[in-house]
């Protein structure tokens, strides 16, 4: 690509200046060489922000995958303390049951409500009982006491395993 009438050169990105001539063409000559190598710089500075930007950009969306592969990650770990606690909870119900149940002398398959283990005396004394006060699901979840013998279970997460 030619630049300029005095033969600037471009050939892929490599200038040329052809000089010679009469010493009147030479000084226009050396002037459009110099602009050329500004024209060049400048577009080689525009160059190197484009890839900087690109590479930022890059940056970015790999910024962008670890936040998220943290934030399920994060949550993942959270659902699984929930459902633990969730067992947990369960545990506590079940073991409450059979404690009522024996001290009751409650056969397998009786029906066990949440003030036979919150007050089992029906004292209006909630909390005197096998539990304190009724377990909440961690996962927003309700536990359903189930019969004796049959484990308790949760609207989110299932069974007592």
Known sequence: MRHTVCGTICINLACVVILG????????????????????????????????DRLQAKADKVKETASSSEGTAKSNTDAQSAAAKCQENM???DGAKEQWALEYKKPNGSTVTWQN???PENSSNSGTGYLKK?????????????????????SVHGKLR
């Open 134 to 154: 009724e377990p909440s699901c961690p996962g927003g979840g309700t536990y359903s006491i189930s019969a004796i013998g049959t484990n308790p279970e949760c």
């Open 91 to 93: 545990s506590r119900i």
């Open 21 to 52: 001539g009469c010493r009147s063409h030479n000084a226009e000559a050396e002037a459009a060489k110099m602009r050329h190598e500004a024209e060049h710089a400048a577009l080689d500075a525009k160059q190197k922000m484009g890839e900087a």
């Open 117 to 119: 283990l919150l007050d």
